[in-house]
T-cell receptor, first 112, second 113 residues
Framework: DGGITQSPKYLFRKEGQNVTLSCEQN?????MYWYRQDPGQGLRLIYY???????QKGDIAEGYSVSREKKESFPLTVTSAQKNPTAFYLCASSFSVKDEQYFGPGTRLTVT | AQSVSQHNHHVILSEAASLELGCNYSYGGTVNLFWYVQYPGQHLQLLLK????DPLVKGIKGFEAEFIKSKFSFNLRKPSVQWSDTAEYFC???????????WGAGTKLIIKP
């Protein structure tokens, strides 16, 4: 089946720890994205990547880091510098940045 | 800065009622427009999109949307809703300057059987 997988579905971490969220796609898409979804705020862009080995900051990149070493994979690290990390994180991909985006099931991160 | 406004955060309708969800955006250039839907427990998925051409676009499950450039609007409509349309609906706009999709806050639609 073609699609986007995110793992794990739920993640719990202690404050001060870095945590990496996985995102894999087998759609052969060039572009990949990370969003944060908070209640009543819609989706906010954290980072995006138009092509392998390239990525750009979105509106809320502070406290996050990414890598894009392979076309299929775009992991997101939530660092201890992120002031309010508890949220629902969505990964998406598209053929190009102009095209419709396809979404994964999301990872709900809780930091205590 | 670009922004997208969805006027209603919560909408409750009875089955067979007509639906219109508002979406307005602020951006003066060329735009691509999208409506996405998130059914309970499911992924966000595309409902319909507008890139160019006929401003009235049809999507899945009987939904349609009309792009009115002069009003900066892209309202979503369905003539007769069903209980299975209960979901959260998001409007999103892609401008031609930085190609970052800007999202509305979403509208939670509840259909009473």
């Amino acid at each position: 089946d073609g699609g986007i997988t995110q793992s794990p579905k739920y993640l719990f971490r202690k404050e001060g720890q870095n945590v990496t969220l996985s995102c894999e796609q087998n759609l052969n898409h060039d572009a990949m994205y990370w969003y944060r979804q908070d209640p009543g705020q819609g989706l906010r862009l954290i980072y995006y990547s138009q092509i392998v080995n390239d990525f750009q900051k979105g509106d809320i990149a502070e406290g996050y880091s990414v890598s894009r070493e392979k076309k299929e994979s775009f992991p997101l690290t939530v660092t201890s510098a992120q002031k309010n990390p508890t949220a629902f994180y969505l990964c998406a991909s598209s053929f190009s940045v102009k095209d419709e985006q396809y979404f994964g099931p999301g990872t709900r991160l809780t930091v205590t | 800065a670009q922004s997208v406004s969805q006027h209603n955060h919560h909408v409750i309708l009875s089955e067979a009622a007509s639906l219109e969800l508002g979406c307005n955006y602020s951006y003066g250039g060329t735009v691509n427009l999208f409506w996405y839907v998130q059914y309970p427990g499911q992924h966000l998925q595309l409902l319909l999109k507008y890139f160019s051409g006929d401003p009235l676009v049809k999507g899945i499950k009987g939904f349609e949307a009309e792009f009115i450039k002069s009003k900066f609007s892209f309202n979503l409509r369905k003539p007769s809703v069903q209980w299975s349309d209960t979901a959260e609906y998001f409007c999103a706009v892609l401008g031609d300057s930085n190609y970052q999709l800007i999202w509305g806050a979403g509208t939670k639609l509840i259909i009473k059987p």
